[in-house]
């Protein structure tokens, strides 16, 4: 088992979100957002190595990885900034020395087709010129590691090629030697075989395994590699990366740790709010449901699965919100069951007697079906819309239809019935809640005791999280005949039936009080 072979065991992870992460279809990271995220993935995050740009690629990137540099030096990381540099002698060098750099990672060629067809050069040449970018680089005090660019192909198509490129330069002080599955092909099995015949082959070699996630297996084959012996992972903030990207800084640390018993630096309190910081310098998003780091993954939606945390955590694992400074919450809607609902309301501080508590349930269910989810911040709404509601409701909205235009009234088309009768009417006015006031009001003359009190204050509160369907509360303060005011609420996903709402509840509370 891979527990037995690696417990213990220290894994140091790279991150490269800034390097290979804006390979991302439209990712382009500012020099300020790079260097807050440098900051962030080395000081917060605690990752052991991180590679922040290409050598060569402007001015601008020089510059982000000059004040990179620079932060680093002042506070002790400067050893774990690295660049990815190509084999040109002294170009890749330089550009990373006038940065203030001293890592390079060398791109050459894993690959004899890449060598043979790309650079249309024989492996002997390649290798000449590769050692002649590594001395130049130790001569300027530049620590070399080296990338053995598609090695997972490589490996797979000529063997003797990568055995010997790797014999030649392993006396040329290299650091690392890293290896990429650049294509993303490899399968656990091929990567346990591979990274397997490398270790045994060259064991006082350190390497380095670069997955990515073409076939969704980045996780499974980094598990792998460490099963191999392999002590160094690349990985990505939010699985960022050029086509399906790389492996999920995420997954992988949580993975390692739990399954594998590995030792890693990762600080997990941080990977939340770091994810959420590549989302909004990278403008891609992750999943509701991705692990780890999803708005839904600690989310429990089932009533039974709410029913038995509460009476025994029956559905917590070791995969805890607590670990990385999240809340498990529980989904209200139209599966929720009592437990989801008294979660929510310990959570809120509000008590409700075992009658209101079902009501509300109702409601929220009823909701449910209309809305995909209702949240807890919806709760207090729903709360006061349903305490506030009478049994006995002469006036009870069947149906409404509005139309409006930029220029012009609105027209609002009501159905409701009265004492039992149906009305239909229709209205125009200055919007579509003045619209259904006329109709309204229509609808009332018929009725001599039913009387419409007059509006004096109009709110409308739509609960935080800026969602476009969230559930909206109309709040109107009326005068009423005896001097007094009174004020109702309404609720729904459309702020103008909320009014609605509230305004019948007004006509009908007037009548019992």
């Not at 609002?412 to 006329?438: C, R, W």
């Not at 609605?500 to 019992?512: D, H, K, Q």
Request: aromatic share 6%; charged share 25%.
């Amino acid at each position: 088992m891979p527990t037995n072979q690696t417990s213990n065991r220290k894994i140091t992870l790279m991150d490269t979100t800034l390097r290979d992460g804006e390979q991302t279809q439209g990712v382009s990271f500012a020099p300020a957002e790079k260097l807050s995220l440098a900051q962030a993935l080395l000081g917060r995050l605690k990752v052991d190595r991180i590679e922040v740009a290409s050598a060569g690629v402007s001015e601008g990137e020089q510059d982000a990885v000059r004040k990179i540099n620079a932060w680093a030096s002042e506070n002790g990381y400067l050893e774990q900034v690295e660049v990815l540099g190509f084999v040109d002698h002294t170009r890749s060098v330089d550009w990373i020395v006038g940065a203030g750099g001293k890592v390079i990672n060398l791109l050459a060629k894993g690959s004899e087709k890449h060598c043979l067809t790309q650079l249309r050069q024989q492996p002997e040449q390649h290798i000449v010129r590769i050692k002649q970018t590594v001395d130049y680089a130790r001569e300027q005090g530049v620590a070399v590691n080296v990338y053995l660019e598609d090695w997972s192909n490589g490996y797979a198509d000529s063997r003797d090629y990568v055995y010997n490129l790797v014999e030649e330069l392993r006396d040329c002080d290299i650091g690392h030697f890293m290896l990429p599955d650049t294509l993303g092909v490899m399968s656990p099995s091929e990567v346990s075989t591979a990274l397997k015949d490398m270790t045994t082959r060259f064991p006082n070699l350190a390497f380095d395994f670069h997955p990515h996630n073409d076939y969704g297996l980045a996780t499974a084959n980094v598990m792998a590699a460490v099963d191999a012996g392999i002590d160094s992972i690349h990985c990505t903030v939010n699985c960022l990366g050029e086509r399906a990207g790389n492996a999920s800084l995420a997954e992988v640390s949580v993975v390692l740790r739990d399954k594998m018993n590995v030792e890693l630096s990762i600080d997990e309190k941080h990977i939340v709010d770091i994810s959420q910081m590549v989302e909004s310098f990278s403008g891609k998003f992750v999943a509701g449901n991705a692990p780890i780091l999803g708005t839904d993954v600690f989310t429990q939606t089932a009533g039974i699965h709410a029913d038995g945390d509460k009476k025994g955590n029956l559905y917590v694992t070791k995969l805890s919100p607590e670990r990385f400074a999240r809340t498990r919450k529980y989904a209200l809607g139209k599966l929720a069951g009592k437990a989801s609902l008294e979660n929510n309301l310990d959570e809120l501080g509000i008590n409700l007697s075992v009658e209101d508590q079902q009501k509300v349930l109702i409601k929220v269910i009823e909701l449910g079906d209309s809305k995909q989810t209702v949240t807890a911040d919806d709760l207090p709404f729903i709360i006061a819309d349903v305490l506030e509601s009478r049994d006995n409701q002469r006036v009870v909205l069947i149906d409404s239809t509005t139309s409006s235009r930029l220029s012009g009234d609105s027209e609002t088309v009501i159905t409701l019935t009265v004492d039992g009768n149906e009305h239909t009417e229709s209205g125009n006015g200055n919007g579509a809640y003045d619209a259904f006031v006329h109709a309204l009001d229509e609808i009332l003359s018929h009725y001599p005791d039913l009387n419409r009190p007059k509006l004096v204050d109009y709110q409308v509160h739509i609960p935080k999280g800026g969602k476009t369907n969230a559930l909206t509360e109309a709040s109107i303060t009326w005068q009423l005949d005896n001097n007094r005011k009174m004020t109702t609420r309404g609720v729904h996903s459309n702020q103008v039936v909320a009014a609605m709402y509230a305004t019948l509840r007004a006509i009908n509370s007037n009548l019992t009080t």
